[in-house]
Each structure stands twice: as structure tokens, then as C-alpha cells.
């Protein structure tokens, strides 16, 4: 899973959020790939939902320091001003269910994104969560329910999940970041809302993120294209010295994988997921 791999869908989270009581508001990108070659079910599911824009305006209605960041509730939008929200906030979905799905290459790594479900196995349906610390015990060899099924990982911005997975919580309103492993309900105490989900791209081996093939467009101009790649006084720069041509059109945005990341064991705090 910490390799990238040619034509895995990438996707961008765009978050808000408040890490304590006397912090601002912080805004971050959140950089996801899918592994639809060992998961092509529930990355289908995912890529659904996040092209239909389900996900946008929602937040992370559970948090659980060192164990997971969940979301994907499509219920969980504010109704007037945070927290107030749908009733059926933490429980609801589309309707549509998919079946658990594992394959021997995914595990819960940290970063890693994985279907939240209820007691049946095949229950997954919108709801997604992140481990924001290894949480091999929610594997399934690691269990007697057949686990949980992970599916991508998070390639860059985790240090905003590791911001949100501190926020003060119904469970620990202090935000003195004392951890509860008995803490189950996890609302955050300000809003960590996703403002947008989007596909962006697919991953290719050498760490880049390049449009699908289907969308690539032969670019107007030499100008439109060194804007993408470049800053603009080099644009300038080769505007003056390099005839116009026509070439094709291409964005290009590094995978950064989070370097410095601490390896808590994590312990198994609530099965409903």
C-alpha cells in the first residue's frame, strides 16, 4: 500500500477545520489514491458517490484520537449552526449497500481509508473512515467478524487528519488531548467540515498525478501550458524567447507521502464503525 500505482484514481479532499479552542480556522488538501486493482467494488462505490458530489459540505462526525477519523455521512451537514445536524447523523447513508471486500494487499496502515459498516459484513454503503494510526486489529485476520475492508490510503495532508483526530470532542470537550479509549460517540466540538471531494487524477508509478486520458485537451497555446508547470516569471521568460507552438496539455502535482509520521498502536475502541 505505500507504493503508487499506474491508473489508481487520486482524490482531493479540501477540509476546514478548528484544532482546539483558541485556534483559528484551518484550511487543507487531503491527497487519497484508491487501489481499484485490489478493490475494484468498493473504489467503484467511493468514486460514485464522490463524482455525484454526496460528500461535499459534510463533516467528520466521529473522532477517536490515535485509532480513526470517520466520515461519509451524507446526513452530517449542519442544519443552521454546528452541531446541530440531521438525526440520523452517524447512522445514515444512501441505502445502497456493497459487499465486504478484502483482498490480502490492503490492511490498516496508517493513512490508510477503509468502509465503515454495522455488524453485518456486507452492510458498507457511504460511510468511510481513516486510520490515523495502524489499526491492524480491525483487519480481518485479526478478528472473528471478517474485519474491515481498506480499500486506498492517504498520500499527502495527513498531518490535517492528525489535527482533526486531536480536536476537542463530546468525549473529551477539554481539548487538554488526554485520550479516552473508552470514547465512542466522538462528535467534534467545532465543525471539521469536507468542503469539496473531487477526483483529480490518476497516479502513475513515478509519483505524479496526471488527468485521465479521456480528458486530456490539446492545449490553445505554448502559454497555457507553461502556466500549469511553471511560475510565472518563467512564463514570461520563454513567452519572450520560444515561438508559440501547440502542444498537449498536462497537470502535474507531486504525491507527497508523509515522512515523519509516530506509529501508536492502536486498541480497538468501538466495533460500530
Same mark, same amino acid.
Given at each position: 500500500?505505500?507504493?503508487?500505482?499506474?491508473?489508481?484514481?487520486?482524490?482531493? %479532499?479540501?477540509?476546514?477545520?478548528?484544532? #482546539?479552542? /483558541?485556534?483559528?480556522?484551518?484550511? *487543507?488538501?487531503?491527497?487519497?489514491?484508491? /487501489?481499484?486493482?485490489?478493490?475494484?467494488?468498493?473504489?467503484?462505490?467511493?468514486?460514485?458517490?464522490?463524482?455525484? #458530489?454526496?460528500?461535499?459540505?459534510?463533516?467528520?462526525?466521529?473522532?477517536?484520537?490515535?485509532?480513526?477519523?470517520?466520515?461519509?455521512?451524507?446526513?452530517?451537514?449542519?442544519?443552521? =449552526?454546528?452541531?446541530?445536524?440531521?438525526?440520523?447523523?452517524?447512522?445514515?447513508?444512501? *441505502?445502497?449497500?456493497?459487499?465486504?471486500?478484502?483482498?490480502?494487499?490492503?490492511?490498516?496502515?496508517?493513512?490508510?481509508?477503509? &468502509?465503515?459498516?454495522?455488524?453485518?459484513?456486507?452492510?458498507?454503503?457511504?460511510?468511510?473512515?481513516? =486510520?490515523?494510526?495502524?489499526?491492524?486489529?480491525?483487519?480481518?485476520?485479526?478478528?472473528?467478524?471478517?474485519?474491515?475492508?481498506?480499500?486506498?490510503?492517504?498520500?499527502?495532508?495527513?498531518?490535517?487528519?492528525?489535527?482533526?483526530?486531536?480536536?476537542?470532542?463530546?468525549?473529551?470537550?477539554?481539548?487538554?488531548?488526554?485520550?479516552? !479509549?473508552?470514547?465512542?460517540?466522538?462528535? !467534534?466540538?467545532?465543525?471539521?467540515?469536507?468542503?469539496?471531494?473531487?477526483?483529480?487524477?490518476? =497516479?502513475?508509478?513515478?509519483?505524479?498525478?496526471?488527468? !485521465?486520458?479521456?480528458?486530456?485537451?490539446?492545449?490553445?497555446?505554448?502559454?497555457?501550458?507553461?502556466?500549469?508547470?511553471?511560475?510565472?516569471?518563467?512564463?514570461?521568460?520563454? %513567452?519572450?524567447?520560444?515561438?508559440?507552438?501547440?502542444?498537449?496539455?498536462?497537470?502535474?502535482?507531486?504525491? *507527497? &507521502?508523509?515522512?515523519?509520521?509516530?506509529?501508536?498502536?492502536?486498541?480497538?475502541?468501538?466495533?460500530?464503525?
Amino acid at each position: 500500500m505505500m507504493e503508487s500505482y499506474k491508473g489508481n484514481a487520486v482524490i482531493e %479532499l479540501q477540509v476546514t477545520y478548528q484544532e #482546539g479552542h /483558541f485556534s483559528g480556522q484551518t484550511d *487543507g488538501t487531503i491527497i487519497i489514491e484508491l /487501489f481499484e486493482q485490489w478493490a475494484p467494488i468498493t473504489t467503484e462505490n467511493m468514486i460514485s458517490h464522490v463524482e455525484s #458530489g454526496l460528500y461535499d459540505g459534510i463533516f467528520f462526525h466521529r473522532v477517536i484520537n490515535d485509532f480513526v477519523t470517520q466520515s461519509g455521512d451524507p446526513t452530517c451537514k449542519t442544519l443552521g =449552526a454546528y452541531p446541530a445536524t440531521a438525526p440520523s447523523c452517524g447512522s445514515g447513508g444512501t *441505502g445502497e449497500t456493497i459487499p465486504l471486500e478484502l483482498n490480502d494487499n490492503l490492511s490498516h496502515v496508517d493513512g490508510a481509508i477503509a &468502509m465503515a459498516r454495522s455488524q453485518d459484513p456486507d452492510s458498507a454503503d457511504a460511510q468511510w473512515y481513516i =486510520a490515523e494510526t495502524e489499526a491492524h486489529n480491525l483487519d480481518p485476520e485479526n478478528r472473528d467478524d471478517e474485519g474491515y475492508a481498506t480499500f486506498g490510503i492517504v498520500r499527502d495532508g495527513m498531518t490535517h487528519i492528525r489535527a482533526i483526530a486531536e480536536t476537542p470532542t463530546s468525549d473529551e470537550p477539554t481539548g487538554t488531548d488526554v485520550d479516552n !479509549p473508552f470514547s465512542s460517540a466522538g462528535r !467534534p466540538v467545532y465543525e471539521a467540515k469536507i468542503t469539496s471531494m473531487v477526483m483529480i487524477g490518476v =497516479a502513475d508509478p513515478d509519483g505524479t498525478i496526471r488527468n !485521465p486520458p479521456s480528458e486530456v485537451l490539446e492545449s490553445s497555446s505554448f502559454a497555457e501550458t507553461v502556466v500549469k508547470v511553471v511560475t510565472i516569471p518563467l512564463v514570461l521568460l520563454l %513567452l519572450a524567447a520560444i515561438p508559440v507552438v501547440v502542444v498537449r496539455g498536462r497537470s502535474e502535482e507531486p504525491l *507527497g &507521502m508523509y515522512k515523519e509520521a509516530i506509529i501508536i498502536d492502536a486498541e480497538l475502541i468501538d466495533d460500530g464503525l
